[in-house]
């Protein structure tokens, strides 16, 4: 696969009944137990410090990155950050696109999106600590252990992507 064959598009308000749906998918629940994401306050939301992306395939949708500025976002989620990093969140949405290689050609393109175009010096993502598969994932992607922590009730691992690596 190459990442020609999927794109990124700015989400609008009429993706929103389909993130809706996708947040109801047992692996996507499984995911974020305690995360509910208001897609209709997210998506009429026009703030810099976050961008909401869908993924295509052949005009497809198959997923959604949630891109932000960890230092600048409004719920201090991550506290106290650094300038120049961003922090993404991924999701596939239907089962059937799982195991495909596609959240891989979505991860480089954000890679190439926030290293190259938002100049950042790293990326953070934090899993939950039990998601095994998905520290597996992106450690293949060149992210590294930074720590555990808890977020929303949730112990998750922290991982950092520098730029260059």
């Known amino acids: 696969m190459t990442k020609a064959m999927i794109k990124l598009r700015i989400a609008q308000k009429e993706d929103q009944k389909l993130l809706e749906y996708w947040d109801t998918k ?7 137990p305690n995360d509910e994401i208001d897609w209709e306050e997210e998506l009429n ?3 810099d410090w976050q961008e909401i ?8 949708p198959i997923g959604v990155l949630v891109n932000i500025d960890p230092q600048l976002e409004s719920s201090h989620y991550w506290g106290k950050v650094e300038a120049n990093k961003r922090a993404l969140d991924i999701w596939i949405g239907e089962e ?4 495909k290689g596609y959240g891989t050609v979505m991860m480089e393109l954000m ?23 998905a520290i597996k ?4 992607l060149g992210f590294e252990f930074v720590e555990e922590r808890i977020f929303d009730q ?3 691992t ?3 992507k520098k730029r260059g690596r």
Not at 26 to 32: L, M, P, Q, T, W
Not at 53 to 60: G, K
Not at 96 to 99: A, C, K, V
């Open 26 to 32: 047992k692996h996507v629940i499984d995911c974020a």
């Open 45 to 47: 939301r026009n703030v």
């Open 53 to 60: 992306l869908i993924a295509e395939l052949d005009a497809r």
């Open 96 to 99: 059937s696109d799982l195991g």
């Open 111 to 133: 890679f190439d999106r926030c290293f190259k175009i938002q100049k950042a010096n790293s990326i953070l993502i934090d899993p939950l600590s039990s998601n095994t598969k």
């Open 137 to 140: 994932f992106y450690k293949k």
């Open 154 to 156: 949730d112990l998750c």
């Open 158 to 160: 922290v991982l950092e």
